[in-house]
Nanobody, 116 residues
Framework: QVQLVESGGGLVQAGGSLKLSCAAS????????MGWYRQAPGKQRELVAR???????NYADSVKGRFTISRELRKNTIYLQMNNLGPEDTALYYC??????????WGQGTQVTVSS
């Protein structure tokens, strides 16, 4: 089993920054990639950013230049540094781990609220 635990969400004013963390535990040595997704009220869950086992990253167009995904392998943790936040970034942010074959695990989510 794999467990993913997010932290770091909160309330911030527009233009501010937050850093999310996702700590993975369990059988994770073969994980293919990990990423951050978000879901705003009334909207579908969407990809924010992800990092592959080789280090390649990709981002949603809406966050390019503002968000940075990184990882700390020795801690089995990924991060999402979010800068210049706007109200449109308000959502529940989820961490997702994907294994070869498409098996996925999700964290419980952490709320990010940006006030205007």
């Amino acid at each position: 089993q794999v467990q993913l635990v997010e932290s770091g969400g909160g309330l911030v004013q527009a233009g501010g920054s937050l850093k999310l963390s996702c700590a993975a535990s369990g059988i994770i040595f073969s994980i293919s990639h990990m990423g951050w997704y978000r879901q705003a009220p009334g909207k579908q869950r969407e990809l924010v950013a992800r990092v592959f086992s080789g280090g390649t990253t990709n981002y949603a167009d809406s966050v390019k230049g503002r968000f940075t995904i990184s990882r700390e392998l020795r801690k089995n943790t990924i991060y999402l540094q979010m800068n210049n936040l706007g109200p449109e970034d308000t959502a529940l942010y989820y961490c997702k781990g994907t294994f070869p074959g498409g098996v996925t695990y999700w964290g419980q989510g952490t709320q990010v609220t940006v006030s205007s």
